[in-house]
């Protein structure tokens, strides 16, 4: 059982950035898919960023793509999301996800397809 535990969330301005860390409690996130994704009040999830297979290719949702900079420490069992350039529609709950390392690549954007769920932090983007 895989345990994810996101930090770095708050309240910061419009422009502003912030960095999202999720590190899991056991050595193989290297061989996993990692993703983000994020839920607003009374919107869906939505898929921020995925870092396919221990960091072979990364991802990212149109709505982040050039702020967001997703990154891995496989050593440290530990992922970031660098949030850059922040809109007060990024505020939501983020929430870190791993597979079973059996996701393929298609299906990288879809949440269902996630095995392991962390807590999630919450941003939130003062204009």
């Known amino acids: 059982q895989v345990q994810l535990v996101e930090s770095g969330g708050g309240l910061v301005q419009s422009g502003g950035s912030l960095r999202l860390s999720c590190e899991a409690t056991?050595?193989?996130?290297?061989?996993?898919?990692v993703a983000w994704f994020r839920q607003a009040p009374g919107k869906e999830r939505e898929f921020v960023s995925a870092?396919?297979?221990?960091?072979?290719?990364?991802y990212y949702g149109d709505s982040v793509k050039g702020r967001f900079t997703m990154s891995r420490d496989n050593a440290k069992n530990t992922v970031f999301l660098q949030m850059d350039s922040l809109k007060p529609e990024d505020t939501a709950v983020y929430y870190c996800?791993?597979?079973?390392?059996?996701?393929?690549?298609?299906?990288?954007?879809?949440?269902?397809?996630?095995?392991?769920w962390g807590q999630g932090t919450q941003v939130t983007v003062s204009s």
């Open positions: 996800a791993a597979d079973n390392s059996r996701l393929i690549l298609s299906s990288v954007r879809n949440g269902q397809y996630y095995d392991y």
């Open positions: 056991e050595r193989t996130l290297s061989s996993r898919t």
């Open positions: 870092s396919f297979r221990g960091g072979q290719r990364t």
